[in-house]
Antibody
């Protein structure tokens, strides 16, 4: 069974750093792109960027370029999303997602809620 | 690259049909047959309903159908049921990344 399991909810202060994770299982982790999707409270889905764990090829959506870093460790089938200096506006639910045939997302993680507040 | 444009809301009575549009450009929706649709219930992760414009993943009822004409894709839900009440998002490939639509809240009256 394909699963994407994300790390737990985080509460941080502005200016702090953070790295959240997404561990894949039940499939060849290095053969599928993994994307990150932001959903701010009460808002829609936003595609942040994507990584191919096989060779760490990474592509960022223009709105998120320079704001976050996406990485992966294929030895432990885990993708990461990190911030060096959080802002209150980073408060959101973050989903990892497996991109499959025809660029569709066939599996989603359960989401990681990030709350940034002083 | 801006989000794909969807109507904020749509509604129908049980048994009726509702169609949601998703308008992009020739660089995304119009340029690729890589349009997908997702259903999201409150507090849940999105679920893939349609991929490659009109294909249904295993387990998705055939009440859900997709189509595309030019830069606009559409999702039709026929025979509306109470459990279809949710937010729906379209998505298109655009060269390297994906882009989502603005989302449509479907209400079953």
């Amino acid at each position: 069974e394909v699963q994407l399991v994300q790390s737990g909810a985080e509460v941080k202060k502005p200016g702090e750093s953070l790295k959240i994770s997404c561990q894949g299982s039940g499939y060849s982790f290095t053969s599928y792109w993994i994307g990150w999707v932001r959903q701010m409270p009460g808002k829609g889905l936003e595609w942040m960027g994507i990584i191919y764990p096989g060779d760490s090829d990474t592509r960022y959506s223009p709105s998120f370029q320079g704001q976050v870093t996406i990485s992966a460790d294929k030895s432990i089938s885990t993708a990461y999303l990190q911030w060096s200096s959080l802002k209150a506006s980073d408060t959101a639910m973050y989903y990892c997602a497996r991109r499959a045939v025809a660029a569709s997302v066939d599996y989603w993680g359960q989401g990681t809620l990030v709350t940034v507040s002083s | 690259q801006s989000a794909l444009t969807q109507p904020p809301s749509a509604s129908g009575s049980p048994g009726q049909s509702v169609t949601i549009s998703c308008t992009g450009t020739s660089s995304d929706v119009g340029g690729y047959n890589y349009v997908s649709w997702y259903q999201q219930h409150p507090g849940k992760a999105p679920k893939l309903m349609i991929y490659e414009v009109s294909k249904r993943p295993s387990g998705v009822p055939d009440r859900f159908s997709g189509s595309k004409s030019g830069n606009t894709a559409s999702l039709t839900v026929s025979g509306l049921q109470a459990e279809d009440e949710a937010d729906y998002y379209c998505s298109s490939y655009a060269g390297s990344n994906n882009f989502f639509g603005t989302g449509t809240k479907v209400t079953v009256l």
